[in-house]
C-alpha cells in the first residue's frame, strides 16, 4: 500500500511501530522527508545514531532517504569538562605528529650511533674515539648520521647490471675477439624475461649497514701487511666489491643464457600409441562431432 503525503498516525521508520501501539513515547521528525519515513521515536533514532557515528558522538549523520543532516543538540556541560574535552581534542590532533617526531628522532640517534660505531670500526676503536672527541659537536651531529644515507645510496647503484648489458650487446665482437668467451643464442630474450634482479628494500638496507663489517673483515684477511686500519678497511672494502660484482656479473650472464636456450618440449604421448593411431582417433572425434 502506498503511503499518502501526510499518514493517519505516525510510524516509526526504525522498529515500524505506530502511535497507537506507545502512546507514551517520543516522536521526532529530524529531516525533511514525508509519509512513512517522517516520524521515528527518538529512543530508536539514538540507537540508530549510535550505530552510524561507531563511538564518535561528534560526527555528523544524515538521513538516508533525504540527505538532511540531523541537527543534534547537547547540554550545557561545566567549565571542567569543557576543558578536558578541548584537552582531549588538542592531544587527539597533537598525537600524530608527536608520534611522527618520535620515530623521526629515534632513526636520527640511530644514524648517529651507527655512524659513531662504523668510524671506530673502520680508523681503529681508540683512534675513532680520539678523532670524535676532537671533531666539532655539530660538525659529528650532521655528519655521522650521513654514514648510513651514503651507504645505503652506493649500494643502490647496480653497477653489475650495467656490465652484463654491455656484455650481452657485444657478445658476438667478444667472441671475434676471444674464441668462446661470447656465443650465438637460438633466440634473445624478452627484457628482464631471465629472473631480472629487483630492487629489495630490506636487501639494500642490510646489505649496506653489514658492508663496512664485511669490508673490515676482508681487510684483515686479504691485507694483512698493511698496518693502517683504515687503508685495511678501505682495500678490503674495494676487495669485496670487485668479487662480488665479478660473481654477480657471472651468474647474471648464466642465467639470460638459460634462459634463452630454453626449450619447450612436445605433449607427452601415450605408451603404445602411434602417429596412426593418433590420426584415426582424430578423425572418429571428427566425424562423430
Known sequence: MACVDEPPEKHCWVCFATEREDRVAEWVSPCRCRGCTKWIHQNCLQRWLDEKQKGNGGGAVSCPQCGTEYRIVFPKMGPVVYFLQQMDRALSRASPFAAAGVVVGTVYWSAVTYGAVTVMQVVGHKKGLDVMERADPLFLLMGLPTIPVMLVLGKMIRWEDYVVRLWQRHSAKLNCLVPGLGRALPRMPAERGYGGDHVSVSRTLCGALIFPSIASLVGRLLFRRVNSNLQRTILGGIA??????????????????????????????????????????????????
Do not use: C
Request: net charge negative; aromatic share 10%; charged share 30%.
Open 240 to 289: 669485496f666489491v670487485v668479487i662480488k660484482g665479478m660473481l654477480k656479473v657471472y651468474f647474471k650472464q648464466q642465467q639470460y643464457l638459460i634462459h634463452a636456450s630454453r626449450h619447450i618440449l612436445d605433449y607427452p604421448a601415450r605408451e603404445g600409441r602411434t602417429d596412426t593411431e593418433h590420426s584415426e582417433e582424430d578423425n572418429e572425434d571428427s566425424g562423430n562431432e
